[in-house]
Every structure is written in structure tokens, then in C-alpha cells.
């Protein structure tokens, strides 16, 4: 039979897979890595700024799902400050599907006996927009309009 005391030792001692080893023993400062590089910002601004030609934006906006890029310059609504339109977009999939826009809606009320029934209407034919989703994970964004602006409204901003 096993003795008590060494099983209770062989319990609380770590095993090769618990015990822990700090990272930055192993690490070599020394050496660069090789996927380094210290001007990729600059870099990335620049790409920016030169697709942007001179103008300010409010805001970049990010897919919420995947964080892909769709947008580099747009102008912030008025009234909603969580939405945003833009003319040039990246990364973006515009759908067949019409949808009625949202905020774009009449309401009539109908009386039927006693109860109140509240019915939506699209004024006309118009107004139909159609849906504008992420083209890496396919997350409903926004809409496009007729006059061929993006409205986004469910999107990530971040400052530019």
C-alpha cells in the first residue's frame, strides 16, 4: 500500500503542463522580430490621407461584427448622432433586398369597433431602399438609397 503522505505530495505538486514559466525569461530582446516594423503607422496614415484627398471626416466606421473597415470618410447625422452617410464606402455589399427606410415610415391609426389598430405605410415607391450589409461576414450595416448615398446605423465609429 502507498504511503499517505507521498500521494498527498503527488496531488499539490504541479505537473510539467501546470507548472508556469515566465515568457520573458525565453524572450531575446537582442534580436528584431521578424514581422516588425517600426514605420507601419506612418505608413498607414499616409494610405489614408491620400484616399481621403485633403478632406475631414467624422468619424472611420467598422463593421461591428468582424471590425473590417467600411468607411473612411463620412458625414454624422444632424439628428442621430449614431448614424452616418457616406458617398464612397469600402468593403461593402449592397443587396437586392428593398427595405422601408427606417425613420421613413407613415403611421395612420384605423378604427375598427372598440380597438385601435396602428398600421405602417411607405408613402411611395420611392422611398425603398435597399440593404447594405458587410462583405466579409455579411452583417447588415445600413441602407442605399436612390440617390445613391450609404446610411449607416449600425456601425463601430471610431475618430480618424
Request: hydrophobic share 25%; proline share 4%.
Amino acid at each position: 500500500m502507498e504511503d499517505p503522505q507521498k500521494k498527498d505530495e503527488r496531488m499539490h505538486s504541479p505537473t510539467n503542463s501546470q507548472q508556469t514559466v515566465s515568457d520573458d525569461d525565453e524572450i531575446d530582446y537582442e534580436t528584431r522580430p521578424e514581422f516588425y516594423d517600426s514605420d507601419l503607422d506612418d505608413k498607414d496614415e499616409s494610405w489614408v490621407t491620400n484616399k481621403r484627398k485633403g478632406r475631414t471626416t467624422d468619424a472611420v466606421l467598422s463593421c461591428p461584427a468582424c471590425f473590417t473597415t467600411l468607411c473612411l470618410d463620412c458625414q454624422r447625422h444632424e439628428i442621430y448622432v449614431t448614424q452616418y452617410r457616406a458617398m464612397f464606402v469600402v468593403n461593402c455589399e449592397i443587396k437586392e433586398k428593398t427595405v422601408a427606410p427606417v425613420g421613413g415610415q407613415k403611421r395612420r391609426k384605423k378604427r375598427k369597433g372598440r380597438d385601435s389598430v396602428v398600421a405602417d405605410e411607405v408613402s411611395s415607391e420611392s422611398e425603398l431602399v435597399r440593404q447594405v450589409c458587410c462583405s466579409v461576414c455579411s452583417t447588415e450595416v445600413g441602407v442605399f438609397d436612390k440617390d445613391e448615398v450609404y446610411h449607416f446605423y449600425d456601425v463601430l465609429p471610431s475618430e480618424s
